[in-house]
């Protein structure tokens, strides 16, 4: 793909937040609360882990060292996008977030972690479909 100067488009999630539209991108390092929203994901996969949350790296990057595949599925944009409606929207809120690709396979299982953890339900709307999680499930019926 290279050699042919294919590139893949970069994430990109967002979500309204009393009225205004925040931006994540993949790696994000630009949202001025970026580095508050990475703590709190850091602490919120704790929790998922000790559900039984493992990421899963055969949705990184192929051609990445694989101790840092774990560490950059934590930064996908929708994740970052989800940490930070958690953060900002009123409890009981659902957290709507919309993206620009297709959510990977370990950001839908994560949201299914994450919608146990938090008690909250949780709206991405992907490329192809509409995704709600809510007790640990997605109405997609894990198809996706």
């Known amino acids: 793909m290279r050699e042919r100067g294919v590139k893949k488009e970069p994430g990109c999630s967002w979500i309204d937040v009393e009225n205004m539209v925040h931006v994540f991108l993949v790696g994000d390092t630009v949202h001025p609360e970026v580095n508050e929203v990475y703590r709190y994901l850091e602490q919120l ?20 060292e694989s101790e840092h595949k774990e560490n ?7 994740k970052l996008a989800v940490a ?24 839908h299982n994560a949201f299914k972690y994450v919608s146990r953890v938090v008690g909250r339900e949780i709206a991405v709307r992907d490329a192809k479909r ?14 996706w």
């Open 45 to 64: 996969v704790l929790k998922m882990r000790k559900l039984g949350y493992a990421p899963d790296t055969k949705f990184a990057l192929h051609d990445m």
């Open 72 to 78: 950059s599925l934590s930064t996908h944009s929708e």
């Open 84 to 107: 930070f409606g958690i953060m900002k929207l009123p409890l009981g809120a659902t957290i709507r977030v919309f993206k620009n690709l297709r959510i990977c396979g370990d950001c």
């Open 130 to 143: 509409f995704h709600h999680f809510r007790n640990g499930e997605c109405s997609c019926g894990n198809y």
